[in-house]
């Protein structure tokens, strides 16, 4: 609202300074001719000063004086000539009217097209100032982050802004957050699981080494910790582990406490896991016990093989069906898991040619492949 | 001499002035402007040893040899051919491999570029203008991968 | 506040067309009321873009990036003056304060003009409107500082490191005085043809705002020098970059003005050629503005490089030198010739000191564009440097700077060379005997640095002839002489100062580069290292952190004859992150009129450092010499004379304060 208070008393204040001199009362002119005598003049007494300092001669100074007589004759005849003033016409006032008018008009019509008038200024002091619960996200992390900034050692300031990264996805500065976080004040269960999780995210949700070594750390120092076993059989159904998988979220329900956050989130998992074998066409390791008991009654020999037949069933449906980029994922991951390195690199580059090589899709399979240490054949 | 004819002496001397200033100032150009070259450019350009040249490219990765004291040597390319230079001297600042230079001296008998001045590109938001446009003509460089 | 800056800056857009169209047509129906608009309005323009500048200035200083520009610009670190300085040092700021520099001298015309004839003051001040019009439509159009960012980035990305120095607060709005000071002269002259013809009171009007512009385009110009001479590490002063010829050409042929306008102004004679030269000289500037803006060159200037802008300056270019060029050639003829005199004379010696000047601008001119244009239609890509500027500006400047004494000596209409050869015998029996002097005594001095120290004494030399032969010396007692020479007009002295400055400047330059010595080498710490008889020890690198940058510090202790420390040299590479760029900052020490420059190179791997050392005599001569011309400008600025040139005795005929 001040703004367009300032805003109408400028556009008063221009107004006023066109229309002002339009509405003031006549004013007498001065000749231009009485300038130029004033000017000749001067010219006169500065050539007798010269003529004292030597600066012309006595003979040449004569000539002179007399060029600027003449000039001044030449004056005294044009000034006669025009020295009326004309009475405004109609075109005159026109032109001021418009003129005053275009003032207004102009800026404000500009000013609309161009102008953001709803936005306040934003002093950076000012918006790290004010009450935090009135900040943004952002101003938040920008004043944790000038405090780490000053204070890089700060352990427990690296430990608070960690999630807080993570959950505005800035998945990179929360893995060095919390590596910052572990160096600093040491590890803990909280800290692996949650590098863990920036790790996987880094990464588009996939489950790397490197991040299944932080769940693992987690987990060795509380065997309860949800995020920890979660991650870890999401890992294990991005191998194609579904089966495994299933069995470790359902023992996660069993063992998690009513009302904790995670049980959502696994009965979420389980049934989509569900619905991608279904889907897959390999036979449905779903929640029901049996097949659970029956995979975990198998022999090490039975159950490779029935690995091997599900991904084998896997590639089978992405020659049918390739546009799937997670299916792609999931198949170079349970050949490297199976050893079978070659084949990996065959999926891998079937799926970068379905994509074509300058893909999205293309740059995530090789940076996948590459966290699992596996690298394209050219 | 009549007014008139003053008048003429003063504007012929005046032109007489113009003309030679004009013929040296073309006379210099031909002479001291110093030509732009990419190191792919030089198959076809003649370039006698000792006439100064502007070499421009790219800084060849992991060509960079410090010699003794401050003399350093690398390879400019622009990816289709490289030249081999020898600086003595300050590098410019923003001075790195796989990044635009344009450097101005000479070829020796031995067919190494001896420069006397290196400019790096002056903002990391550009590359030096001769330098873009050449790589662009080759095809080498594109828009999308400027930083 | 940052909208209050935008919406004062298209409101002054609004009165810029106002002040372009009103007057002139009062001028043209002769209201005596329409003409009275350009006054309130020009200074109303000027306070609403100042009130804009300092709108974005305070965006600037407080870090505000929701401001596009501020972002793209400034960080949150940065010390609070370059933050400031940051408001200029970016393409959209510094039209900003182009234009607002262009308001204020249209504000002083306003403000000052009460005692202009009514129709040429309505005339300026409509062209003056012109300009800024269009060049207020450029910044909404194509360069707005105050488009905003929604949400606001909690973080800018700095300032262009090579900007982060005190330089950037002085060079540039230096510089801008000038180049938009000739802007004045230009209208001027525009006003003039457009009136048809040229008011005696015209060039006393003229001449001020010349001084003024050329003043501060002189210090510009020496800042800008030396700002690169400390700033870029390689000790040079002066690299004929097209940059720098873009600024250098406005000063040659302002220089030109100056003298042309002082033969009209006395003598009424040189009309035609003085208003052409005025378009000229501002037609260089908006051409310098054109080169730097566009993006056409690449250098540290060119902040940014975006098409639609370089058309558009290029539009603007066009219209007012094609423009007024055009009205120059249509109405030229109407203005009446001036005073004869000789060839010889103090006319005919700034006729010659024109010829000269307007010749090198030429020079310079097509070192500048030639290879533009060479690109522009064959596609080859040439670079033209300082052997070409040594090979043709050099020699045009050699001849003008042996006459500059004689001018001030030759009287007026009809001058006696003998006569002021006599005078400056002194001047030369000093010039020759510097010059043998350095001929033989000096080690490794060539012919021509003996002749350039030579020529410096001479202009050295004449400068103060000439003040000694005006308050009469050797013909007069000291006492009276004393009386004259405080007596002596202040252009008298303006005119001394100036050519001294020349002088002076000339022979820092000669210095520097004919005795000049240089050394690159690789030191470990505690080496040491000699150039021309002073001894340095390296110390070693000492890193450290500044507020936005970190920085690797190489110690040098000077050390004197007897082996004790006689002070310390250091010179650093500063790292800064945001823009992943690093500096170099070189160490000067000042030994009278000269400098021990210190540079760092690379750090090799046994630890060793590249430095690279120079002695550089006389040195600080060069900008010297342009302060020293600047007070010159000043002095003749407060001369009776440029008060005059109206009737100002005669007060009852002056309209009264067209200003309320």
């Given at each position: 609202m001040l703004f367009w208070v300032i805003a109408a008393i400028l556009t008063l204040g221009?107004?006023?300074?066109?229309?002002?001199?339009?509405?003031?009362?006549?004013?007498?002119?001065?000749?231009?001719?009485?300038?130029?005598?004033?000017?000749?003049?001067?010219?006169?007494?500065?050539?007798?000063?010269?003529?004292?300092?030597?600066?012309?001669?006595?003979?040449?100074?004569?000539?002179?004086?007399?060029?600027?007589?003449?000039?001044?004759?030449?004056?005294?005849?044009?000034?006669?000539?025009?020295?009326?003033?004309?009475?405004?016409?109609?075109?005159?006032?026109?032109?001021?009217?418009?003129?005053?008018?275009?003032?207004?008009?102009?800026?404000?019509?500009?000013?609309?097209?161009?102008g953001s008038p709803d936005l306040p200024s934003q002093p950076l002091a000012e918006r790290l100032a004010k009450n935090p619960a009135d900040s943004s996200v952002d101003e938040l992390v920008a004043r944790a982050e000038a405090h780490l900034a000053a204070n890089p050692s700060d352990g427990r300031g690296w430990d608070v802004l960690a999630p807080i990264y993570l959950r505005l996805q800035r998945y990179s500065d929360a893995v060095s957050a919390y590596r910052n976080a572990i160096r600093l004040d040491g590890e803990s269960a909280a800290r692996q699981s949650g590098l863990g999780e920036a790790i996987a995210n880094a990464a588009g949700g996939i489950v790397s080494a490197e991040a299944q070594n932080a769940f693992?750390?987690?987990?060795?120092?509380?065997?309860?910790?949800?995020?920890?076993?979660?991650?870890?059989?999401?890992?294990?159904?991005?191998?194609?582990?579904?089966?495994?998988?299933?069995?470790?979220?359902?023992?996660?329900?069993?063992?998690?406490?009513?009302?904790?956050?995670?049980?959502?989130?696994?009965?979420?998992?389980?049934?989509?896991?569900?619905?991608?074998?279904?889907?897959?066409?390999?036979?449905?390791?779903?929640?029901?016990?049996?097949?659970?008991?029956?995979a975990q009654s198998m022999s090490p020999q039975d159950r490779q093989a029935m690995i091997e037949t599900m991904v084998a069933g896997l590639d089978e449906k992405l020659k049918q069906n390739p546009h799937d980029t997670e299916g792609w994922m999931r198949l170079i991951r349970s050949y490297v898991v199976l050893g079978k390195a070659d084949q990996a690199r065959d999926a891998l580059s079937r799926g970068i040619s379905v994509f074509g090589a300058d893909s999205e899709e293309a740059k995530k399979f090789t940076a996948f492949a590459a966290s699992l240490g596996l690298t394209a054949t050219e | 001499m009549t007014r008139k004819q003053k008048r003429l002496s003063v504007i012929v001397a005046g032109l007489a002035f113009l003309g030679a200033a004009t013929g040296l100032t073309f006379y210099a150009l031909g002479q001291k402007a110093s030509y732009f070259y990419m190191p792919g450019d030089l198959a076809t350009a003649t370039v006698q040893p000792g006439q100064r040249i502007r070499l421009g490219g790219l800084v060849e990765k992991g060509t960079i040899e410090r010699g003794q004291g401050a003399t350093v040597a690398f390879s400019v390319t622009d990816k289709q051919k490289s030249v081999k230079v020898t600086y003595t001297g300050i590098l410019p600042d923003l001075f790195r491999e796989e990044q635009g230079v344009i450097t101005e001296g000479s070829f020796g008998p031995d067919g190494v570029f001896v420069a006397d001045s290196v400019l790096a590109k002056h903002d990391e938001r550009y590359m030096p203008k001769e330098v873009a446009d050449g790589l662009k003509a080759k095809g080498v460089w594109q828009e999308s991968k400027s930083e | 506040m940052v909208e209050t800056g935008h919406f004062a800056l298209v409101l002054a857009f609004a009165l810029s067309l106002v002040q372009m169209l009103v007057p002139l047509y009062g001028a043209r129906a002769g209201s005596q009321k329409m003409m009275a608009v350009g006054g309130p309005v020009a200074v109303t323009g000027f306070a609403l873009t100042a009130l804009s500048f300092a709108a974005l200035a305070t965006a600037y200083a407080s870090s505000d990036f929701s401001v596009a520009s501020v972002w793209e610009n400034s960080h949150s670190l940065q010390p609070l003056i370059y933050k400031i300085t940051g408001t200029w040092g970016n393409h959209e700021g510094s039209m900003l304060l182009w234009v607002l520099i262009l308001t204020f001298f249209g504000a002083l015309v306003a403000v000052f003009?009460?005692?202009?004839?009514?129709?040429?003051?309505?005339?300026?001040?409509?062209?003056?409107?012109?300009?800024?019009?269009?060049?207020?439509?450029?910044?909404?159009?194509?360069?707005?500082?105050?488009?905003?960012?929604?949400?606001?980035?909690?973080?800018?990305?700095?300032?262009?490191?090579?900007?982060?120095?005190?330089?950037?607060?002085?060079?540039?709005?230096?510089?801008?005085?000038?180049?938009?000071?000739?802007?004045?002269?230009?209208?001027?002259?525009?006003?003039?043809?457009?009136?048809?013809?040229?008011?005696?009171?015209?060039?006393?009007?003229?001449?001020?705002?010349?001084?003024?512009?050329?003043?501060?385009?002189?210090?510009?110009i020496a800042m800008g020098s030396y700002w690169a001479y400390y700033e870029l590490g390689w000790g040079g002063f002066w690299f004929w970059d097209p940059v720098e010829n873009a600024s250098f050409m406005p000063w040659l042929a302002g220089t030109a003005l100056l003298h042309s306008a002082i033969v009209m102004e006395k003598r009424s004679a040189l009309k035609i050629w003085t208003l052409l030269l005025a378009i000229l000289t501002f037609s260089l500037s908006l051409l310098g503005t054109f080169l730097v803006r566009s993006g056409v060159l690449t250098s540290v200037h060119a902040f940014a490089t975006d098409p639609t802008r370089g058309v558009f300056i290029l539009c603007i270019l066009t219209l007012f030198i094609g423009g007024s060029l055009a009205l120059f050639a249509l109405r030229a003829s109407r203005l009446t010739a001036g005073g004869l005199f000789h060839p010889i004379s103090r006319e005919g010696a700034l006729v010659l000191n024109n010829l000269f000047l307007t010749t090198a601008t030429a020079t310079v001119l097509v070192g500048t564009l030639y290879p533009l244009a060479l690109e522009a239609v064959t596609g080859g890509k040439i670079s033209v440097g300082a052997p070409f500027f040594d090979l043709t500006f050099g020699p045009l400047m050699l001849p003008l700077l042996a006459i500059v004494p004689f001018g001030p000596l030759l009287a007026w209409k009809r001058g006696d060379v003998f006569a002021a050869a006599q005078r400056l015998m002194a001047a030369f029996a000093?010039?020759?005997?510097?010059?043998?002097?350095?001929?033989?005594?000096?080690?490794?001095?060539?012919?021509?640095?003996?002749?350039?120290?030579?020529?410096?004494?001479?202009?050295?030399?004449?400068?103060?002839?000439?003040?000694?032969?005006?308050?009469?010396?050797?013909?007069?007692?000291?006492?009276?002489?004393?009386?004259?020479?405080?007596?002596?007009?202040?252009?008298?002295?303006?005119?001394?100062?100036?050519h001294l400055g020349l002088g002076l400047t000339l022979l820092g330059i000669v210095g520097t580069l004919s005795f000049g010595t240089e050394k690159i080498l690789s030191m470990h710490a505690g080496e040491t290292v000699e150039l021309s008889g002073h001894t340095l020890r390296f110390e070693g690198l000492y890193p450290a952190q500044g507020p936005n940058y970190s920085e690797d510090r190489g110690r040098f202790v000077v050390i004197g004859a007897d082996g004790n420390a006689k002070g310390e040299i250091s010179s650093a590479k500063r790292f800064f992150p945001v823009r992943q760029t690093t500096t170099t900052e070189s160490g000067i020490r000042t030994v009278w009129f000269s400098q021990l420059y210190l540079s760092l190179g690379d750090e090799g791997n046994d630890g060793s450092v590249v430095v690279r050392l120079w002695w550089k005599p006389l040195v600080t001569l060069i900008w010297g010499g342009a302060v020293v011309m600047m007070a010159g400008a000043a002095m003749s600025l407060m001369d009776r004379r440029l008060r005059v040139g109206a009737p100002a005795r005669r007060k009852e005929l002056v309209p009264s304060a067209s200003l309320s």
């Open positions: 221009a107004s006023l300074a066109v229309l002002l001199p339009l509405a003031g009362g006549p004013k007498g002119a001065s000749a231009p001719g009485d300038h130029d005598l004033e000017v000749y003049r001067d010219q006169l007494s500065e050539l007798d000063r010269d003529v004292a300092r030597g600066l012309i001669q006595p003979a040449e100074a004569e000539e002179a004086r007399a060029e600027i007589g003449r000039r001044i004759l030449r004056l005294g005849a044009a000034g006669q000539a025009d020295t009326t003033a004309r009475r405004p016409s109609v075109a005159t006032r026109l032109v001021a009217t418009v003129a005053v008018l275009a003032v207004p008009l102009v800026s404000w019509g500009l000013y609309i097209k161009l693992e750390a987690a987990l060795k120092l509380d065997p309860a910790n949800p995020k920890a076993s979660f991650y870890l059989a999401m890992g294990l159904a991005q191998e194609g582990r579904t089966g495994e998988a299933t069995v470790a979220w359902q023992n996660m329900l069993g063992t998690l406490p009513a009302e904790s956050p995670w049980r959502r989130a696994v009965e979420q998992a389980l049934a989509e896991n569900a619905k991608r074998a279904v889907a897959s066409g390999t036979p449905a390791i779903g929640p029901d016990a049996q097949a659970v008991e029956a | - | 003009g009460s005692n202009l004839p009514a129709t040429l003051k309505a005339n300026v001040l409509a062209v003056q409107g012109a300009i800024g019009a269009a060049f207020f439509l450029f910044i909404l159009a194509t360069s707005n500082p105050f488009t905003r960012l929604n949400p606001a980035p909690i973080e800018g990305r700095d300032l262009n490191p090579v900007l982060q120095d005190l330089g950037l607060a002085i060079h540039p709005p230096l510089l801008y005085l000038g180049y938009v000071g000739f802007s004045i002269c230009f209208s001027f002259s525009v006003a003039a043809l457009i009136e048809g013809r040229i008011d005696a009171s015209w060039a006393r009007w003229v001449r001020p705002w010349t001084l003024v512009a050329w003043m501060f385009l002189t210090g510009g000093a010039a020759l005997a510097a010059m043998l002097v350095t001929g033989l005594f000096v080690d490794g001095a060539s012919v021509f640095a003996a002749l350039g120290v030579g020529l410096a004494v001479w202009l050295v030399c004449g400068a103060l002839t000439d003040l000694a032969v005006k308050s009469g010396f050797g013909s007069v007692t000291p006492a009276i002489m004393l009386r004259r020479f405080a007596g002596l007009p202040r252009s008298v002295f303006g005119t001394a100062l100036a």
